[in-house]
Nanobody, 131 residues
Framework: QVQLVESGGDSVQSGGSLRLSCVVS???????????MGWFRQVPGEEREGVAA????????YYVDSVQGRFTISQDNVKNTMYLQMNSLKPEDTGMYYC?????????????????????WGQGTQVTVSS
């Protein structure tokens, strides 16, 4: 059974930092031990948007422009955990953050941060940044 469990959400002031974690069950990986994983966020009344993604096959990472240089996505294969280090947080970073994953053989830049490309989702963890 595929499971993704996020943690690490909190309320912080603008300029602060948080690290989100997502434990991903091993079933998400294909036979080549590769998967596409990502972080997404959503605020009420708006569509879910991509934030960052990683391809486990070669460690390549993808970021949307609004978080480039502030957020870092990473993975720990031993712990089956994906992380999102968020620095220099801004009020516009506020939202429910979801991790998502899917088996994949290769990364395609056009789809890595697209919510529609992912099959499996966590329950979400709330991040609130106050000014």
């Amino acid at each position: 059974q595929v499971q993704l469990v996020e943690s690490g959400g909190d309320s912080v002031q603008s300029g602060g930092s948080l690290r989100l974690s997502c434990v991903v069950s091993r079933y998400i990986y294909n036979n080549n031990n590769k998967a596409c994983m990502g972080w997404f966020r959503q605020v009420p009344g708006e569509e879910r948007e991509g934030v960052a993604a990683i391809f486990t096959g070669d460690g390549s990472t993808y970021y949307v422009d609004s978080v480039q240089g502030r957020f870092t996505i990473s993975q720990d294969n031993v712990k089956n955990t994906m992380y999102l280090q968020m620095n220099s947080l801004k009020p516009e970073d506020t939202g429910m953050y979801y991790c998502a994953a899917r088996p994949c053989l290769r990364a395609t830049a056009a789809t890595m941060t697209s919510p529609r490309a992912y099959n499996y989702w966590g329950q979400g963890t709330q991040v609130t940044v106050s000014s």
